[in-house]
């Protein structure tokens, strides 16, 4: 399923649950959003603010259009970033900060709570997006 603004739903069918690996795949979902090497980049703080804001609004905004009931604890919450070039790990996770931030939110919880397990990974290929990928219990 594609939503009119450009994320693509890829479990393909957000009402089932899907079996993946021993975990129950609750949802993953694809957004068009570009991630920033924030380590690298020298600029203003206000423009890292405005970047931050926008990317936590953005994935709140894709993760309450699905129209997926929150699943309940505990989750493996993995973020894929899809960009042109691989990052070095560090530089991966910290340009999904504020992504994490936002998942934590839609989930109504703190980003360190102890019963969510935050996964990193990156695949090379366009367009620019971040993968969500959301796995619950057996």
């Known amino acids: ?28 979902v694809e957004l068009p959003i570009r991630t920033v090497s924030e380590a690298n980049i020298r600029e203003h703080w206000g423009a890292k603010a405005r970047r931050a804001k926008k990317q936590r609004a953005d994935v709140l905004a894709g993760l309450l259009a699905t129209g997926w009931p929150r699943p309940s604890l505990p989750l493996v919450v993995t973020l894929t970033r899809i960009g042109p070039r691989r990052r070095d790990d560090d530089n991966n996770v910290r340009s999904l900060k504020a992504c994490r931030d936002s998942v934590a939110a839609w989930l109504k919880v703190d980003d360190g709570n102890e019963q969510l397990e935050w996964r990193y990974a990156q695949i090379v290929g366009p367009p620019a997006a971040v993968l969500i990928e959301i796995r619950g219990p057996k």
């Not at 009119?4 to 949802?27: F, S």
């Open 1 to 28: 399923m594609t939503f009119d603004d450009g994320m693509r739903d890829t479990t393909h069918d957000a009402e089932c649950w899907r079996y993946h690996d021993g975990c129950a795949l609750v949802q993953s």
